[in-house]
C-alpha cells in the first residue's frame, strides 16, 4: 500500500506556501501528502543577524533531525538556506522550477538619499556587503523576522529602506494579503543573489525510494543545473565559514552565463568573475569559478574573514 508523504516543513507563511507547493505537485500525481510544521531555531532566534548565530544551516537543521528520526518523510526548504554538504542519508530528490532570484530594495518611496547618507536593513551579510560596496557612506542595520514583520519594523522605522529576495516577496504576498506599492520597489539588478535564491528544493532519506520517485517527478532539469554551478562556487569558496557570496547562472541560446562575486565584510575589497561554458560542462564549472576567485586574490579576502569571525561580529576587517 502506498503510504501517505509527510512533507516537513518550517512554520513560517513563507515556508508553507512552499511547503503546499511541493504538495500540490505531489497531489497531482496522486501522492498521498500531509504537511507537518516544524519550528527550527532560526524563527525562534530573531534578535541576531544570522551570520551572528554561528550555525550553518540554522533553518533546515531542525528538520534534518526530524526525518532523520522518521517524524517527517520529506523536508522543502528555500534552497539559498541549505548548507552545500547534506546529512548523510538525506538527499536532493527535487529542485522547483526557480522564481526570480532578484534582490529588490523596499523604499518609503524617496531614494533621494541614495546620493547622500543613508540607512537601510538587511539580516544579511551578502547584502550589507554589496550595498557597502556601493554605497561607502551608507549605514546598514540588522533586519530579522518574517517578511510582514521586516515590513513593519521598516515602517516603524527611521530608516529609508530595506532589502527582501523578489521570490519571497512574490511568493508571500497572495498568501498572507500583504500588499506592497510597486512603486516603493526597486529592483537591484546589480546586486548579485545569493546561490540559488528563488530555488526551492525538496530532500528526502537516501533509502526512502518511493518519497525519492515521487518528487522526482516535479524536478526542473535547468533550475537543477544552474543551481548546482552556484552551490558548487560556495561550497569551494566558504571552506565552513560564512562569507559575502553571490552567484547567480542563467541557460541563454545553449550557454551557461555565470557570475560570482566575494567580498568582504564591509564591502570594501570585491572579487568578481564572469564566465560562460557549454551545458555538457557544467559539472565542474562552480568550482573553477571558485578557483579562480581565490587565485586572484580570493584567499587572503577569506582568510580575512575567517580571522572576522574568530574576533566576533563587532570587530573591524581591515582592507
Not at 506592497?180 to 530555488?199: E, R, S
Not at 572576522?308 to 561580529?313: C, I, L, N
Amino acid at each position: 500500500m502506498e503510504k501517505t508523504i509527510r512533507i516537513g516543513t518550517r512554520d513560517s507563511e513563507l515556508a508553507l506556501w512552499q511547503a503546499n507547493k511541493v504538495k500540490e505537485g505531489l497531489e497531482q500525481l496522486d501522492c498521498r501528502t500531509e504537511i507537518v510544521p516544524v519550528k527550527s531555531d532560526g524563527d525562534i532566534i530573531l534578535d541576531k543577524p544570522l551570520y551572528e548565530l554561528g550555525i550553518t544551516g540554522i533553518f533546515t537543521k531542525t528538520l534534518d533531525i526530524a526525518m532523520i528520526q522518521g517524524r517527517i518523510d520529506v523536508a522543502v526548504h528555500s534552497m539559498k538556506d541549505v548548507p552545500t554538504a547534506l546529512p548523510k542519508g538525506i538527499v536532493q530528490a527535487a529542485v522547483l522550477p526557480r522564481a526570480d532570484a532578484a534582490d529588490v530594495l523596499v523604499h518609503k518611496g524617496d531614494l533621494s538619499f541614495l546620493a547622500k547618507t543613508g540607512t537601510i536593513a538587511t539580516g544579511s551579510l551578502r547584502r550589507k556587503a554589496q550595498w557597502l560596496h556601493r554605497y561607502p557612506e551608507h549605514f546598514v542595520e540588522n533586519l530579522r523576522g518574517n517578511v510582514n514583520t521586516r515590513m513593519r519594523k521598516l515602517q516603524d522605522s527611521e530608516w529609508q529602506g530595506a532589502i527582501f529576495a523578489a521570490a519571497g516577496l512574490e511568493r508571500i504576498s497572495p498568501f498572507t494579503g500583504t500588499e506592497i506599492n510597486p512603486d516603493h520597489c526597486t529592483a537591484l539588478d546589480w546586486m548579485i543573489p545569493a546561490p540559488a535564491q528563488g530555488a526551492m528544493v525538496a530532500v528526502a532519506l537516501e533509502n526512502d525510494a518511493y518519497s525519492k520517485e515521487c518528487l522526482s517527478k516535479l524536478n526542473h532539469r535547468e533550475t537543477e543545473v544552474c543551481t548546482h554551478i552556484e552551490r558548487q562556487f560556495l561550497r569551494v569558496l566558504e571552506g565552513g565559514c560564512t562569507a559575502p557570496i553571490g552567484a547567480k547562472a542563467e541557460i541563454k541560446d545553449n550557454q551557461i552565463a555565470f557570475t560570482g562575486v566575494l567580498l568582504s565584510p564591509d564591502g570594501k575589497k570585491r572579487h568578481i568573475i564572469h564566465r560562460e561554458v557549454t551545458p555538457d560542462d557544467y559539472l565542474r564549472f562552480g568550482e573553477a569559478c571558485a578557483l579562480e576567485i581565490l587565485e586572484s586574490g580570493g584567499k587572503e579576502t577569506m582568510n580575512l574573514i575567517r580571522l572576522h569571525e574568530t574576533k566576533g561580529p563587532d570587530s573591524k576587517v581591515s582592507s
